[in-house]
């Protein structure tokens, strides 16, 4: 088959700032390791670009959310460093967890008895001490349907870890309940906010995620935490436009002098949404070119009046440090990174 022509979007992926956060994130913990969440594709960056850095730097434990994740991750490390959180929904999740040799996290009791009747083993465990998710509930604690299980860690998750709440502490102690009625070798419930939360939310193990990829959701991480992708979009024509002309759906910007303007290889389809067309710009070389008009499917429109040298072809940078993204767009900085298009080449 013919090779692709190079494309107009790139994704950059700084890899050292990424070994870097996770190296701050575990020193962040204390007594505890840090593992790493890879779900969504590594939070839309790419399982195969992500995995291979987070074990060289040092994580242990991985996890994903999917089964269908589970063959990109145990691609680059041993299958039993692997745990799947949405556990076995059916008997095929048990043969599958059985025949790579991850573990399944059980999060009810119909899953414990799945798991039991497949032949049980090795596995990880759930409990919901107050996000209302998955999770063993509370009151079955004691139920003793948990009794000979192979609980290799006990997990929590925490709902508001990236506010000054009450419930922080009431999940905590309630985690601290769950821990003394299961037994289990390793606890984990702190998140990446969780992990600047304090010792105390530690335990043995932590999970960090969005902290591995530059979201930083708590002041105590600003300026510890770097940013880790830069995507980059091509100019695929330069225009000229005079007053009174309409730019984009709807003629949601119209001009009121003549401008130099630029469209650009980017749009809602690769993550790049409406959202961001009210206040948002691309940026050469540290100046900002403020979006004009509405975003399309597969392109935006920007000034060019501070960026005169640009022409065709040229890469444009988009704004990606996620905290200020956030800001400015509206969006989640966990949406930020998952909604990136899969026409970002690296």
Same mark, same amino acid.
């Given at each position: 088959?013919?090779?692709?022509?190079?494309?107009?979007?790139?994704?950059?992926?700084?890899?050292?700032?990424?070994?870097?956060?996770?190296?701050?994130?575990?020193?962040?913990?204390?007594?505890?390791?840090?593992?790493?969440?890879?779900?969504?594709?590594?939070?839309?960056?790419?399982?195969?670009?992500?995995?291979?850095?987070?074990?060289?730097?040092?994580?242990?434990?991985?996890?994903?959310?999917? /089964?269908?994740?589970?063959?990109?991750?145990?691609?680059?490390?041993?299958?039993?460093?692997?745990?799947?959180?949405?556990?076995?929904?059916?008997?095929?999740?048990?043969?599958?967890?059985?025949?790579?040799?991850?573990?399944?996290?059980?999060?009810?009791?119909?899953?414990?008895?799945? /798991?039991?009747?497949?032949?049980?083993?090795?596995?990880?465990?759930?409990?919901?001490?107050?996000?209302?998710?998955?999770?063993?509930?509370?009151?079955?604690?004691?139920?003793?349907?948990?009794?000979?299980?192979?609980?290799?860690?006990?997990?929590?998750?925490?709902?508001?870890?990236?506010?000054?709440?009450?419930?922080?502490?009431?999940?905590?102690?309630?985690?601290?309940?769950?821990?003394?009625?299961?037994?289990?070798?390793?606890?984990?419930?702190?998140?990446?906010?969780?992990?600047?939360?304090?010792?105390?939310?530690?335990?043995?193990?932590?999970?960090?995620?969005?902290?591995?990829?530059?979201?930083?959701?708590?002041?105590?991480?600003?300026?510890?935490?770097?940013?880790?992708?830069?995507?980059?979009?091509?100019?695929?024509?330069?225009?000229?436009?005079?007053?009174?002309?309409?730019?984009?759906?709807?003629?949601?910007?119209?001009?009121?002098?003549?401008?130099?303007?630029?469209?650009?290889?980017?749009?809602?389809?690769?993550?790049?949404?409406?959202? /961001?067309?009210?206040?948002?710009?691309?940026?050469?070389?540290?100046?900002?070119?403020?979006?004009?008009?509405?975003?399309?499917?597969?392109?935006?429109?920007?000034?060019?009046?501070?960026?005169?040298?640009?022409?065709?072809?040229? /890469?444009?940078?988009?704004?990606?440090?996620?905290?200020?993204?956030?800001?400015?767009?509206?969006?989640?900085?966990?949406?930020?990174?998952?909604?990136?298009?899969?026409?970002?080449?690296?």
């Amino acid at each position: 088959m013919t090779d692709l022509p190079p494309p107009s979007l790139r994704l950059d992926l700084d890899a050292a700032a990424l070994a870097a956060n996770w190296r701050t994130l575990d020193r962040m913990s204390g007594n505890a390791a840090a593992g790493a969440a890879v779900k969504a594709d590594a939070y839309g960056l790419g399982t195969a670009n992500v995995v291979p850095v987070l074990a060289e730097a040092g994580a242990r434990d991985f996890f994903v959310a999917h /089964w269908s994740e589970v063959p990109g991750v145990i691609a680059h490390v041993e299958p039993e460093r692997v745990s799947v959180l949405h556990g076995p929904l059916t008997d095929a999740d048990c043969a599958f967890a059985r025949a790579t040799g991850v573990r399944p996290v059980l999060n009810s009791l119909p899953q414990v008895a799945r /798991w039991k009747a497949s032949g049980g083993g090795p596995c990880d465990m759930m409990v919901d001490t107050g996000i209302n998710r998955l999770g063993i509930p509370m009151a079955s604690i004691g139920d003793p349907a948990l009794a000979g299980l192979e609980v290799r860690t006990l997990m929590s998750h925490l709902a508001s870890a990236d506010e000054d709440v009450d419930l922080n502490a009431r999940q905590l102690a309630r985690f601290r309940d769950a821990a003394a009625a299961i037994p289990a070798r390793r606890r984990s419930l702190a998140n990446s906010a969780g992990i600047a939360l304090g010792p105390d939310f530690a335990f043995d193990l932590t999970r960090p995620g969005l902290a591995l990829y530059g979201g930083v959701q708590r002041a105590e991480m600003a300026g510890r935490i770097a940013q880790v992708a830069y995507p980059r979009a091509a100019i695929m024509q330069v225009r000229e436009i005079t007053p009174g002309e309409g730019v984009g759906y709807n003629a949601a910007f119209v001009a009121d002098r003549p401008m130099r303007v630029g469209v650009v290889s980017l749009g809602y389809a690769d993550g790049f949404l409406r959202c /961001w067309g009210a206040r948002g710009a691309l940026r050469h070389g540290g100046t900002d070119l403020p979006l004009l008009g509405k975003v399309s499917m597969d392109m935006v429109v920007v000034d060019l009046a501070a960026a005169p040298t640009l022409r065709e072809s040229d /890469w444009i940078d988009v704004p990606y440090d996620l905290p200020s993204g956030s800001a400015i767009s509206g969006l989640s900085q966990y949406e930020m990174l998952t909604t990136l298009g899969l026409r970002f080449r690296l």
